[in-house]
């Protein structure tokens, strides 16, 4: 399926970022939560209660859910940019509610 986002740049420098145990090659200094929504990466997480996907919304570091783990510390995907070597993961990745 086509992604629903679009990049601004497709013909910019790509390196490579690994999401979910999954390498992506993102473009080089884009947004990282952009970035990984135009890569078809709609579900950045999952609450730690419900297990409920969330994807990125407000784009400006209010709403937190675009979080993510980047080497054992939660970060917001929309306050950074794409950094070759990126190590991600969902938080809360084998938590209760994958067991719900
Ligand atoms: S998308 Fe809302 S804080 Fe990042």
Do not use: W
Request: net charge negative; charged share 20%.
């Amino acid at each position: 399926m086509k992604p629903a986002f679009l990049e601004l740049d497709p013909e910019a420098v790509r390196v490579p970022v690994r999401f979910a145990g999954e390498t992506l090659m993102l473009p080089e200094g884009a947004n990282l939560a952009a970035a990984l929504l135009a890569a078809g990466m709609t579900v950045l997480r999952h609450t730690p209660v419900s297990g409920a996907p969330r994807a990125p919304y407000c784009m400006m570091g209010a709403c937190f859910d675009c979080f993510i783990e980047v080497e054992g510390t939660l970060r917001q995907a929309c306050m950074m940019e794409v950094v070759e070597g990126l190590e991600i993961a969902r938080p809360h990745e084998g938590d209760a509610h994958d067991t719900l």
